[in-house]
């Protein structure tokens, strides 16, 4: 099966600035997400983007398929974008969600 | 829409009484999967439905967990009886177009 690997495992930033979280994955993919998991351990749907790119606001996510790799844009950070940031994929004919260990971000104010 | 709906948000409950978690999809998806998250382990699959079947159920802990989907609307995960070790936040998503989505999440504690 697939693996994913996110980096940094850890990010530390102040409140104002940009971070880029990166997400690898071993092979072809036809679903690929962000996540992120807030302090109150809820999972919110960032980004479906199996490739391309899309924006939301602050936010916005680039999947370049063919290099098997995501990135995760996080523009002026604020310190509620704290929490953990997962990216998961799963391939044609398998449901089954793969997750990376994810990126927990800290945003100090 | 309302996104995915769990309910109890917490649970607290004594070793040995059964508990039962309840899920409400996002209406038109045809998906509906069980995980369970722990500090230790992280988040596991525990059942996968499709179509209110199970398809997959090999991550269903021991014989002490059991889920049912009787309709395309409602999907429950009963643990009887429960354990400390049982003691997680589990979580439902339903898959759709754009992906999966997940409810908030029901936080047990066994105690």
């Known amino acids: 099966g697939i693996q994913v690997e996110q980096s940094p495992p850890d990010l530390i930033l102040q409140e104002g600035a940009n971070s880029t979280l990166r997400c690898n994955f071993s092979?072809?993919?036809?679903?690929l997400q962000w996540f992120h998991q807030n302090p109150w351990g809820q999972l919110i749907n960032l980004f479906y983007i199996p490739s391309g790119t899309k924006q939301n606001g602050r936010l916005s996510a680039t999947t370049v398929a063919t290099e098997r790799y995501s990135l995760l844009y996080i523009s002026s950070s604020q310190t509620t974008d704290s929490g953990v940031y997962f990216c998961?994929?799963?391939?044609?004919?398998?449901?089954?969600?793969?997750w990376g260990a994810g990126t927990k971000l800290i945003i100090k104010p | 829409d309302a996104g995915v709906i769990q309910s109890p948000r917490h649970e607290v409950t004594e070793m040995g009484q059964e508990v039962t978690l309840r899920c409400k999809p996002i209406?038109?998806?045809?998906?509906l999967f069980w995980y369970r998250q722990t500090m230790m382990r992280g988040l596991e699959l525990l059942i996968y439905f499709n179509n209110n079947v199970p398809i997959d159920d090999s991550g269903m802990p021991e014989d002490r967990f059991s889920a049912k989907m009787p309709n395309a609307s409602f999907s429950t995960l009963k643990i009887q009886p429960s354990e400390p070790r049982d003691s997680a936040v589990y979580f439902c998503a339903s898959l759709g177009l754009d992906g999966y989505t997940f409810g908030s999440g029901t936080r047990l504690t066994v105690v």
């Open positions: 092979d072809s993919v036809n679903n």
């Open positions: 998961a994929a799963s391939q044609d004919s398998n449901y089954q969600l793969i």
């Open positions: 209406s038109g998806h045809n998906s």
